[in-house]
């Protein structure tokens, strides 16, 4: 009996800290989004801004549900204050999982975890000042003459929020193709290799991801393809082949490491 609550006991412990550090994610959203809520017009006007800039004179962006002048603000106030809080959430994340890394694993992981949050900033600030203006410019100017540009504003608050998530993850790209390398599951040979097959499966998710227009998928998929480029050229630089001595030796101090956390644990 006392065997079996020994080996329920760290999976249980494991759970209450989980739990934990979800609340404390949560609360930080929470904290965030009650300061910037007084601000929820405003931030949406900012948001609004790539388009209202090229509506034709004399028209605006319009409210076809009655409970859209609040809710979405508010909706948008809730998603800008998870992303405000990415920093802290990624932290959590990895406190959580830290201990149950090798020392060489925490070295690596640290800067993939702070340059993780760079590029998924650089993701949105990528299709607010670049993306953006660039669709609205093409959607209404190829418009019928006797049609008036009226957007409705949940409509575009979902829109803009498909792509900001669309890019965020897309600006992952050299991160996740430097874990990929540094695993040994690919080496970059290989991966130069199937380029052509990567071009076409950024141009698939592009289409997947984005409106069906052509513009706003080559606007994804192309960074996609470049963001690709560049982790091969990272990994290049930064993951050198190792003689077979030493990934040896490597799985010999893992095996140690590994039994005397065990050993410490009993």
């Given at each position: 009996?006392?065997q079996h609550t020994d080996q329920e006991?760290?999976?249980i412990?494991?759970l209450v800290?989980l739990?934990?550090?979800?609340l404390y994610s949560?609360?930080a959203?929470l904290?965030?989004?009650l300061?910037l809520?007084?601000?929820?017009?405003?931030?949406?006007?900012w948001l609004s801004?790539p388009?209202?800039?090229?509506?034709?004179e004399?028209?605006?962006?319009?409210?076809t549900?009655v409970?859209?002048?609040?809710f979405?603000?508010?909706?948008?106030t809730?998603?800008?204050?998870?992303?405000?809080a990415?920093?802290f959430?990624?932290?959590?994340?990895?406190?959580?999982?830290?201990?149950?890394?090798y020392?060489h694993?925490?070295?690596?992981?640290?800067?993939l975890l702070?340059s993780s949050?760079?590029?998924?900033?650089?993701g949105?600030?990528?299709?607010y000042f670049?993306v953006?203006?660039?669709?609205?410019?093409f959607f209404t100017s190829?418009?019928?003459?006797?049609?008036?540009?009226?957007?409705?504003?949940s409509?575009?608050?979902?829109?803009?929020?498909?792509l900001?998530?669309?890019f965020?993850?897309v600006?992952?790209?050299?991160?996740?193709t430097?874990l990929?390398l540094?695993s040994?599951i690919?080496?970059?040979?290989?991966?130069?290799?199937?380029r052509?097959?990567?071009i076409v499966?950024c141009f698939?998710?592009g289409?997947?991801?984005t409106?069906p227009d052509?513009?706003?998928q080559?606007?994804?998929?192309?960074?996609?393809?470049l963001?690709?480029?560049?982790?091969?050229l990272?990994?290049?630089i930064?993951?050198k082949?190792?003689p077979?001595?030493?990934l040896?030796?490597?799985?010999?101090?893992?095996?140690?490491?590994e039994?005397?956390?065990r050993n410490s644990?009993?």
């Open positions: 009996m006392s006991q760290p999976l412990a494991h800290e739990r934990q550090r979800l949560v609360l959203i904290v965030i989004f300061c809520f007084y601000f929820a017009n405003d931030l949406y006007t801004a388009l209202t800039a090229l509506l034709p004399g028209t605006s962006m319009i409210a549900d409970t859209s002048p609040f979405a603000p508010f909706k948008l809730l998603v800008f204050s998870a992303f405000l990415m920093p959430l990624l932290h959590q994340a990895w406190s959580f999982i830290a201990p149950g890394l020392t694993e925490k070295r690596l992981a640290i800067p702070l949050i760079l590029l998924f900033y650089l949105i600030a990528f299709a670049v953006f203006p660039l669709i609205f410019g190829v418009g019928p003459e006797n049609i008036a540009v009226m957007t409705d504003i409509s575009y608050l979902n829109f803009v929020l498909k900001f998530f669309a965020g993850v600006f992952e790209i050299p991160v996740a430097l990929l540094w040994g690919v080496t970059v040979e290989s991966l130069k290799s199937k052509h097959y990567v499966a698939v998710l289409m997947l991801l409106p052509i513009i706003s080559s606007l994804l998929a192309v960074p996609m393809w963001l690709f480029e560049v982790g091969i990272m990994g290049r930064l993951i082949p190792k077979d001595e030493e040896d030796q490597e799985l010999d101090d893992a095996i140690d490491e039994q005397e956390n644990n009993s």
